[in-house]
């Protein structure tokens, strides 16, 4: 890690805790600061960082690019969901490209996705069941095509023998799952702090992961 991205790993940690602190007290206009402000920062140290491969470098900056697109999309007053799945699995399909780059064979990332696919498909089936009998059936398509390609994703994390990534993965999909069970099953009290926590932490695991 250079000084650079030392020091722009700090700014991202204290925009994610002022998001954190918007999130939970509704404080909107310390959201739409803080909120892209993270994602703005965790590009910069991609970006500064010293990584042990530059091509993953250069897909996984595009993935922060996109998922910080996602996060103007999603938190419009408008609904723009659709455009920020289709920025947030762009994102994901970049990162596949870029954890594929540096490890894990096509016989290692089928190991490490069956876990991943079982646990995708139920959650899959709880989330499409739900957006059915709210009748939205036009989501149905993009919805199974999100979870296949973050299952794709964190097999490859989990497959490139980088914790970091592996981590930073699991966490990302887990803040995607809270997204679609507040949004097509039920709100929860806990939801949407999990949700921002649970995502900055996770991008912040796999850029880091660019270190070994």
């Known amino acids: ?9 700090a700014l991202a940690g204290v925009l994610a805790i002022g998001d954190w602190v918007a999130v939970s007290r509704s404080a909107t206009p310390l959201e739409y600061v803080c909120k892209p402000g993270t994602l703005a ?7 500064v960082l010293d990584p042990t491969n530059g091509d993953a470098r250069a897909w996984f900056v595009a993935a922060l690019v996109l998922s910080l697109l996602g996060d103007v999309f999603l938190m419009l007053p408008s609904d723009r969901f659709v455009a920020g799945l289709a920025s947030f699995l762009l994102a994901h399909l970049a990162y596949v490209v870029g954890l594929t780059r540096d490890g894990g064979s096509l016989g290692v990332i089928l190991i490490a996705s069956i876990p991943v696919v079982l646990v995708a498909a139920v959650l899959g089936a709880r989330f499409l069941r739900a957006a059915l009998a709210a009748g939205a059936r036009e989501l149905v398509g993009p919805l199974v095509t999100y979870m296949a390609v973050i299952a794709a994703m964190v097999s490859c994390a ?3 023998g980088n914790a970091l990534a592996a981590a930073g993965a699991v966490l990302f999909m887990a803040s995607d799952a809270s997204i679609a069970e507040t949004r097509f099953v039920r709100p929860r009290n806990w939801g949407p702090l999990f949700i921002i926590i649970t995502y900055h932490l996770g991008q912040a695991g796999l850029t ?3 270190v070994r």
Request: charged letters at 0%; aromatic letters at 10%; a neutral charge.
């Open 208 to 210: 880091l992961s660019l």
């Open 1 to 9: 890690m250079t000084a650079a991205a030392w020091a722009f790993l």
């Open 158 to 160: 989990l497959a490139s």
């Open 41 to 47: 920062a965790l590009v910069a140290v991609a970006v």
